[in-house]
């Protein structure tokens, strides 16, 4: 095992009840680390290279506890050993309820101390690294060695294969061709000085060569590196002298012609992994290092094979996706010799191979969406939906596949088991309707039904698909899929995304966006239309897309009855530590439950198919960064959308009483909106309703306060909400000493005087003082009171 001697953190080893001899640790440098993983990623052995993606995943985290724990959780899997203890810190982090408490000079020094930790581990990825792309196999290497050692071991390894073995070398390849690209990238992503590029970028835009774009040094440096030697390397070839029946070669093929196939798939496979990483620093890499990256390019996609194919067909895809110079260099590649019969376009879209057609189809639609013409013509948006369905569909190879040795080599990689090139059809499938969602025309399609209508050549007959679309989406989310054991990051954050965009309205996507601005969409509008004539704002207005509130609700009522709540709460449930979903796909997904929860027609359904104890167990305590206070906080906002409608005696008792806390948090956080505390009161008012163990659960909560809070909110329908929660806490014994304290009680009164300008929340504290005058303390102190003004 490899000890990091420059964490931040140490873990101690678990305890062992019987005494045993000590034991000798060797301590690595950083160096030897780097070259061991280096080393070990090129193995021929699965598992020795699934370990070196973890450990170097571990390595280049800011806070490897999660993957540390995952990896742990797998071997205690594998062993069968439940006693084992969790790998956790010496020191836990202070709830959030501690760090308020705390007083300000403590706080302040806390705040200090959580920045420099921050820093310094960023500080230590990007050494650790460096580290890692400068060893050259004896620890004292130009930077970028070990990045180009390794992609020359999976360009070696791709361009030998045979074409005539594809599909199965492409299962196996193609899962550690993804992950070494993933990989690296996440590699020069950490490399990038992103304090040099913020502090350089407006001096020296004019002298880097970028066209604006701030590249530092040192990434600068690695990039020319990998591409000069590339570009210089030298090949030997004997000259044999045939004579005039001689063959040249039996199979066809020449050690020259397979050098520079596997130099062509080195560039591509690099220059793939940086537009995954970052955009400006791929699209540097690819204007001003890859020289000759249009016939390279093209030399892959018309090789013959298909591991440089699905290559070629991968950089295209993620190509498309970039706008500016690399949209338009992938376009410049659709030239009409390439789009012909035997172009490079038609041999990867008609290939035999599922993977090469899937990226290329998904390059083709990404372009097809960011033509103008294009998005708004509605019959090319379906056939560009036909596409994606098509690339969910089941095919024969994917059942032949999924043996028991490709499922143990998916799992082998604990961290990294995601992905695979099984996936790729799918992921691109998927990724694809993500881009279409963001269409009415789509929207509707997708949830009532759509599905994938083939036409037999052999004769005119036509099938249509056993499921739609919507049923393969959340097939996909199932965490026991027979088709992909586990669901990887990216589909699972285009799943989420998928299910927000079905369920929202282009109006309200608008509000939302203005919600923080200081001027209402309206206002904006109106601003738009002063200097357009009549005509013009005719013309604009019947280009805009219908999407109305009843189309919505229809799309959610259908989603609801085809179980994408159960696929949401997969979503988040899909793992712990390493193997969870990311921040991104949580907030994609309760932001997807919170408006599925808008419809109260399936607020039932919801419950049923587990989405309320879902948002009740997301809850967390301690420190939170910001997007996980927003994921917390959209959470809560759905517990309070589905409760204020549903009956308290239907939930169960941990359903009951579990979301009384979040509530309450909802309520007190100074960050929340007015509607957002409006929605947790009147649930928490129907809850205080139900039972005596309710209230006394939001008391305990110090729910007194939370709701007092709420009766001084500066709008009208808070107050009134909070006075009606306070007023069904009666007559709980609490509630009761609250409202004896003369203080108190004189502000009921004040409240229930206040009728002509807020009858209605004067009507709910008029409610509560009529309960409570039966008490005799009260009734005294509301006897000494002059209320002749307030009456």
Same mark, same amino acid.
């Given at each position: 095992?490899?000890?990091n001697?420059?964490?931040?953190?140490?873990? @101690?080893?678990s305890?062992?009840?019987?005494?045993?001899?000590?034991?000798?640790v060797?301590?690595?440098?950083?160096?030897?680390?780097?070259?061991?993983?280096?080393?070990?990623?090129?193995?021929?052995?699965?598992?020795?290279?699934?370990?070196?993606?973890?450990?170097?995943?571990?390595w280049?985290?800011?806070?490897?506890?999660?993957?540390?724990?995952?990896?742990?959780?797998?071997?205690?899997?594998?062993?069968?050993?439940?006693?084992? %203890?969790?790998?956790?810190?010496?020191?836990?982090?202070?709830?959030?309820?501690?760090?308020?408490?705390?007083?300000?000079?403590?706080?302040a020094?806390?705040?200090?101390?959580?920045?420099q930790?921050?820093?310094g581990?960023?500080?230590?990825?990007r050494?650790?690294?460096?580290?890692?792309?400068?060893?050259?196999?004896? +620890?004292?290497?130009?930077?970028g060695?070990?990045?180009d050692?390794i992609?020359?071991?999976?360009?070696s390894?791709?361009?030998?294969?045979?074409?005539? @073995?594809l599909?199965e070398?492409?299962?196996?390849?193609?899962y550690?061709?993804?992950?070494y690209v &993933? $990989?690296?990238?996440?590699?020069?992503?950490h490399i990038?000085?992103?304090?040099?590029?913020?502090?350089?970028?407006?001096s020296?835009?004019?002298?880097?060569g970028?066209? +604006?774009?701030?590249?530092d040094?040192?990434t600068?440096?690695?990039?020319?590196s !990998?591409?000069?030697k590339t570009?210089?390397?030298?090949?030997?070839?004997e000259?044999?002298?045939?004579g005039?029946?001689?063959?040249?070669?039996?199979?066809?093929?020449?050690?020259?012609?397979?050098g520079?196939?596997?130099?062509?798939?080195k560039?591509?496979?690099?220059?793939?992994?940086?537009?995954?990483?970052?955009?400006?620093?791929?699209?540097?890499g690819?204007?001003?290092?890859?020289?000759d990256?249009r016939?390279?390019?093209?030399t892959?996609?018309?090789?013959?094979n298909?591991?440089?194919?699905?290559?070629?067909?991968?950089?295209?895809?993620?190509?498309?996706g970039?706008?500016?110079?690399?949209?338009?260099?992938?376009?410049?590649?659709?030239?009409?010799d390439n789009?012909?019969?035997?172009?490079?376009?038609?041999?990867?879209?008609?290939?035999?191979?599922?993977?090469?057609?899937?990226?290329?189809?998904?390059?083709?639609?990404?372009?097809?969406?960011?033509?103008?013409s294009?998005?708004?013509?509605?019959g090319?948006? &379906?056939?560009?939906?036909?596409?994606?369905?098509g690339?969910?569909?089941d095919?024969?190879?994917?059942?032949?596949n999924?043996?028991?040795?490709s $499922?143990n080599?998916?799992?082998?990689? $604990?961290?990294?088991?995601?992905?695979?090139?099984? *996936?790729?059809?799918?992921?691109?499938?998927?990724?694809?309707?993500?881009?279409? @969602?963001s269409?009415?025309?789509?929207?509707?399609?997708?949830?009532?039904?759509f599905?994938?209508?083939?036409?037999?050549?052999?004769?005119?007959?036509?099938?249509?698909?056993?499921?739609?679309?919507?049923e393969?989406?959340?097939?996909?989310?199932e965490?026991?899929?027979?088709?992909?054991?586990?669901?990887?990051?990216?589909?699972a954050?285009?799943?989420?995304?998928?299910?927000?965009?079905?369920?929202?309205?282009?109006?309200?996507?608008r509000?939302?966006? !203005?919600?923080?601005k200081?001027i209402?969409?309206?206002q904006?509008?109106?601003? *738009?239309a002063?200097?357009k004539?009549?005509?013009?704002?005719?013309?604009?207005?019947s280009?805009?897309? %219908?999407?109305d509130?009843?189309?919505?609700?229809?799309?959610?009522?259908?989603m609801?009855?085809?179980?994408?709540?159960?696929?949401?709460?997969?979503?988040m449930?899909?793992?712990?530590?390493?193997?969870?979903?990311s921040?991104a796909?949580?907030?994609q997904?309760? &932001?997807?439950?919170m408006?599925?929860?808008?419809?109260?027609?399936?607020?039932?359904?919801m419950i049923?198919q587990?989405?309320?104890?879902?948002?009740i167990?997301?809850?967390?305590? +301690?420190?939170?960064?910001?997007?996980e206070?927003k994921?917390?906080?959209?959470?809560?906002?759905?517990?309070?959308?589905?409760?204020?409608?549903?009956?308290?005696?239907?939930?169960?008792?941990?359903?009951?009483?579990?979301?009384?806390?979040?509530?309450?948090?909802?309520?007190?956080?100074?960050?929340s909106?007015?509607?957002?505390?409006?929605?947790?009161?009147l649930?928490?008012?129907?809850?205080?309703?139900?039972s005596?163990s309710?209230?006394?659960r939001?008391?305990?909560?110090k729910g007194i306060?939370?709701l007092?809070?709420?009766?001084?909110? @500066?709008?009208?329908?808070v107050?009134?909400?909070?006075?009606?929660?306070?007023?069904?806490?009666v007559?709980?014994?609490k509630?009761?000493?609250?409202?004896?304290?003369y203080?108190?009680l004189?502000?009921?009164?004040?409240f229930s005087c206040?009728?002509?300008?807020?009858?209605?929340?004067?009507?709910?504290?008029?409610?509560?003082?009529?309960m409570?005058?039966?008490d005799r &303390?009260?009734s005294?102190e509301?006897?000494?009171?002059?209320l002749?003004?307030?009456?």
């Amino acid at each position: 095992m490899i000890y990091n001697r420059d964490a931040s953190t140490s873990i @101690s080893a678990s305890e062992s009840e019987n005494p045993s001899p000590p034991i000798v640790v060797s301590i690595l440098s950083n160096k030897h680390q780097a070259r061991v993983c280096n080393t070990a990623l090129q193995s021929q052995y699965d598992s020795i290279k699934s370990m070196a993606l973890n450990c170097l995943s571990a390595w280049l985290e800011p806070n490897p506890l999660p993957i540390l724990q995952s990896i742990h959780a797998h071997q205690c899997s594998s062993n069968k050993d439940s006693t084992a %203890k969790k790998i956790s810190y010496g020191k836990a982090e202070p709830t959030e309820e501690e760090v308020h408490q705390m007083q300000p000079r403590k706080l302040a020094e806390y705040r200090k101390r959580c920045y420099q930790r921050t820093h310094g581990r960023r500080v230590r990825c990007r050494r650790n690294a460096l580290y890692f792309a400068n060893d050259n196999g004896d +620890g004292d290497g130009d930077g970028g060695n070990a990045i180009d050692s390794i992609l020359s071991f999976v360009a070696s390894w791709l361009s030998s294969s045979s074409p005539s @073995s594809l599909d199965e070398i492409m299962k196996i390849d193609g899962y550690w061709r993804k992950e070494y690209v &993933i $990989t690296i990238g996440r590699i020069m992503n950490h490399i990038r000085d992103e304090n040099a590029r913020e502090s350089k970028k407006e001096s020296d835009d004019k002298d880097n060569g970028g066209g +604006g774009v701030y590249i530092d040094d040192t990434t600068r440096g690695i990039i020319q590196s !990998f591409f000069d030697k590339t570009g210089h390397q030298l090949t030997i070839e004997e000259i044999i002298d045939l004579g005039p029946g001689d063959v040249p070669n039996s199979n066809g093929n020449n050690d020259n012609d397979v050098g520079h196939l596997s130099n062509c798939i080195k560039n591509c496979l690099f220059i793939t992994s940086l537009l995954l990483a970052s955009n400006e620093v791929g699209s540097w890499g690819l204007k001003e290092c890859w020289k000759d990256s249009r016939n390279e390019w093209e030399t892959l996609a018309s090789s013959g094979n298909h591991d440089a194919m699905a290559v070629a067909a991968e950089c295209a895809s993620a190509a498309a996706g970039v706008e500016g110079f690399v949209r338009s260099w992938i376009q410049s590649c659709m030239n009409p010799d390439n789009t012909s019969e035997d172009g490079a376009w038609r041999r990867l879209l008609s290939c035999d191979n599922r993977e090469v057609r899937a990226g290329a189809a998904s390059a083709m639609a990404k372009l097809g969406l960011a033509d103008n013409s294009v998005a708004s013509d509605e019959g090319e948006l &379906i056939a560009l939906l036909e596409v994606a369905a098509g690339l969910l569909e089941d095919d024969g190879e994917d059942e032949e596949n999924n043996d028991e040795a490709s $499922t143990n080599k998916m799992v082998s990689a $604990t961290f990294n088991s995601s992905s695979s090139g099984q *996936q790729a059809p799918v992921e691109r499938g998927v990724e694809l309707l993500t881009y279409l @969602s963001s269409k009415t025309s789509i929207k509707d399609e997708i949830a009532h039904g759509f599905a994938l209508t083939q036409v037999h050549s052999y004769s005119s007959a036509t099938t249509a698909s056993e499921k739609t679309v919507l049923e393969r989406l959340v097939e996909l989310s199932e965490p026991k899929n027979k088709r992909i054991p586990g669901v990887s990051p990216a589909v699972a954050f285009s799943l989420a995304t998928t299910f927000a965009s079905l369920s929202v309205s282009i109006e309200t996507l608008r509000n939302e966006a !203005f919600a923080e601005k200081e001027i209402t969409s309206e206002q904006f509008d109106q601003i *738009q239309a002063m200097g357009k004539t009549e005509e013009e704002a005719k013309l604009e207005e019947s280009k805009k897309e %219908k999407d109305d509130s009843q189309a919505v609700s229809s799309r959610i009522k259908s989603m609801a009855r085809h179980n994408v709540p159960r696929a949401l709460v997969s979503l988040m449930e899909m793992g712990e530590g390493a193997s969870s979903a990311s921040d991104a796909t949580l907030e994609q997904v309760v &932001i997807a439950m919170m408006r599925f929860a808008g419809e109260a027609s399936i607020r039932g359904a919801m419950i049923q198919q587990g989405c309320l104890s879902a948002c009740i167990n997301f809850m967390k305590n +301690g420190e939170l960064s910001e997007t996980e206070k927003k994921i917390m906080r959209h959470g809560q906002h759905t517990i309070a959308k589905i409760l204020v409608t549903t009956n308290p005696s239907l939930l169960n008792t941990s359903q009951c009483m579990g979301s009384i806390k979040p509530l309450i948090l909802l309520v007190r956080d100074t960050d929340s909106s007015d509607l957002q505390r409006f929605e947790a009161l009147l649930s928490l008012t129907n809850l205080a309703s139900h039972s005596d163990s309710t209230k006394q659960r939001i008391i305990s909560e110090k729910g007194i306060g939370a709701l007092s809070y709420g009766m001084f909110s @500066s709008h009208e329908m808070v107050r009134k909400a909070a006075t009606e929660a306070m007023t069904n806490l009666v007559p709980h014994p609490k509630i009761m000493d609250h409202l004896r304290e003369y203080d108190n009680l004189k502000v009921w009164v004040a409240f229930s005087c206040d009728f002509d300008e807020h009858f209605e929340c004067a009507r709910a504290a008029l409610g509560c003082l009529a309960m409570v005058t039966q008490d005799r &303390i009260i009734s005294s102190e509301m006897c000494k009171m002059n209320l002749s003004k307030g009456l």
